[in-house]
């Protein structure tokens, strides 16, 4: 029973291109939740979305970024144009559609992106 | 907004010795949780507490609930160099599903 998965672990991108980062919830979970980490830092939460739908974006910047969790295939977390300040970690998390939140998240290995 | 404060953010000990690390906020929560991170990889669960005043323990780590569901506390006893890590609290946003996280507490046990 596979976990989180997100890929790539690694991604290296020039100023002004496209960073796309893939994360794929555990069977059964739908409900996916993306968080940014700088280095000693604590998660700051970003989105969180269901199947086809955005529940809480209050944490996304307004600007260049945006997620989906299509009907089909991972959600995507999508970085356009990105900058220096873009370079973090990058970490989703699932938790399973009954229980919700209370019981705890299950997060993958993170995507480090490191913009040159 | 509601904010959760680890204290401390970093703790070097020896082996064997005990130690606290707290989670504070003004705002109630619906239940807090402690994550461990290993460099590299993403927060592991150790543990939810939902009741207030609740005391959960895990081997060596005792996981403590605030009466009043706002602060928390993880005390780990003979700490040993496999504890090192970051720890992390993160309570359950009001009305909102999703985790708030502490900054986090770094912690080192040294051999």
């Known amino acids: 029973n596979a976990g989180v998965m997100q890929n790539p672990r690694h991604l290296v991108r020039r100023r002004g291109q496209e960073a796309r980062l893939r994360c794929s919830p555990m069977k059964g979970h739908s409900h996916v939740y993306w968080y940014r980490q700088l280095p000693e830092e604590g998660l700051k939460f970003m989105v969180y979305l269901q199947k086809e739908n955005i529940i809480d974006e209050s944490g996304m910047p307004k600007e260049r970024f945006s997620a989906e969790f299509p009907k089909e295939g991972p959600s995507i977390l999508r970085i356009q144009q990105v900058v220096r300040g873009d370079s973090a970690a990058y970490f989703c998390?699932?938790?399973?559609?009954?229980?919700?939140?209370?019981?705890?998240?299950?997060f993958g290995s993170g995507t480090r992106l490191t913009v040159v | 907004t509601q904010l959760l404060e680890q204290s401390p953010q970093f703790l070097s000990i020896q082996e064997g010795e005990n130690l606290t690390v707290y989670c504070n906020s003004s705002?109630?929560?619906?239940?807090l949780q402690w994550y461990r991170q290993e460099p590299g990889e993403g927060p592991v669960l150790l543990v939810t507490v939902v009741t207030g005043g609740e005391v959960k323990k895990l081997k060596r780590l005792t996981f403590q609930f605030g009466d009043a569901r706002k602060d928390s506390s993880l005390h780990i006893t003979a700490a040993q160099p496999g504890d090192t890590g970051l720890y992390l609290c993160a309570g359950v946003g009001s009305n909102t599903g999703k985790l708030i996280f502490g900054q986090g507490t770094t912690l080192q046990v040294k051999p």
């Open positions: 705002s109630v929560f619906s239940s």
């Open positions: 998390a699932s938790s399973p559609s009954v229980s919700g939140p209370n019981y705890g998240y299950t």
